[in-house]
């Protein structure tokens, strides 16, 4: 990887300012981030803080942390985790009011260790009006972040 990033700073050469700086169609290879691509369909908006969830099915109630979460879906850390394929009720506690916002139903789509993700298929316009006020704002307090994080590099 070091020789791959030394012949291609070689070959683009240096520039001025920042993280992702153009200086003459040169990238500044010392402080761009190397990520591995992004294959999602949907952007996850990774939370600063980890909120609440409650879900149930026919058979259990339980409650856990969300992880990431989009307006398509979420992942949820918790002890008890519903069988892939189960179809669950939830409600987010999140900080933007005081109700829960619920997701009439949801579908289990992966299961991994204490961890399970959780697609959307079913929320009441309001609820999702909401959601995706909420996801906006987050998205754009992460890319506010970046943007003084890469100033600040400078």
Not at 117 to 146: C, N, P, S, Y
Request: hydrophobic share 40%.
């Amino acid at each position: 990887m070091g020789r791959i990033r030394t012949t291609l700073r070689t070959l683009l050469g240096p520039c001025e300012r920042g993280i992702h700086s153009v200086t003459r169609g040169r990238l500044d290879w010392d402080t761009v981030e190397l990520t591995y691509p992004y294959f999602r369909q949907h952007y996850r908006v990774p939370l600063a803080e980890q909120y609440s969830v409650m879900f149930s099915d026919t058979a259990t109630i339980a409650e856990g942390k969300i992880m990431n979460l989009t307006v398509f879906g979420c992942a949820i850390e918790c002890a008890a985790l519903a069988p892939y394929g189960t179809t669950l009720q939830v409600r987010l506690i999140l900080p933007d009011q005081a109700q829960s916002l619920p997701v009439e139903e949801a579908e289990v789509r992966w299961v991994q260790g204490n961890r399970m993700g959780l697609q959307f298929h079913k929320v009441e316009r309001a609820a999702d009006f909401r959601l995706h006020g909420f996801v906006w704002d987050r998205m754009v307090e992460r890319l506010r972040t970046i943007t003084q994080e890469g100033f600040s590099a400078c």
